[in-house]
């Protein structure tokens, strides 16, 4: 994981996460990167809800429960940290409390950074991502999470 990645939860080292039923929320314009998302955390049995922008995505939000949130920084209309800022505002205390993942392919991210952090981002990784550094934040994201009430 990049070393500046920021973490809300210092979560202890954790393996694979047994999470057949967590639910993940990516969200980026690009089908590509999202088809790249899905194969790095494909051996986790999770289950994957796809959108192509913030605001189909907070649409989205109220209708299902989610446990994580992978979303672009950069994309047509809202952005991510203003997403991340309605999502943190939304009426469902379950959807507020969802831990998020910010992506970002800026090549300068030191002040995108700051603000995603007070905008309540659990974790910051610039692209390209790795297999093994999504894997790290998500495995320790989802293992500091209570289970998701179906």
């Known amino acids: 994981m990049d070393a500046g990645a920021m973490k809300a939860v210092d979560a202890p080292a954790a393996g694979p996460v047994k999470a057949t039923a967590a639910r993940v929320l990516l969200v980026d314009d690009s089908r590509a990167v999202r088809t790249l998302v899905r194969l ?6 999770l289950e994957f809800i796809e959108t192509g922008s913030a605001e ?4 989205q939000l109220g209708r299902e429960p989610v446990d994580l949130v992978i979303t ?14 309605a999502l943190r505002a939304h009426a469902l205390a379950q959807v507020r ?10 090549a300068s ?3 995108l950074r ?12 610039r ?3 790795t297999g093994p550094e999504l894997l790290s934040v998500v495995d320790g994201l ?3 999470r209570p289970a998701r009430v179906a």
């Open 127 to 129: 692209k390209p991502i």
């Open 56 to 59: 189909e995505a907070l649409h």
């Open 97 to 106: 409390s969802v831990p998020v993942v910010m992506l970002t392919s800026d």
């Open 40 to 45: 790095y955390l494909s051996a986790r049995g």
């Open 114 to 125: 700051r603000q995603a952090s007070a905008a309540g981002v659990s974790a910051f990784l």
């Open 109 to 111: 991210p030191v002040e």
């Open 142 to 144: 989802l293992a500091a």
């Open 72 to 85: 672009d920084y950069n994309m047509p209309g809202l952005k991510g940290v203003g997403f991340t800022e």
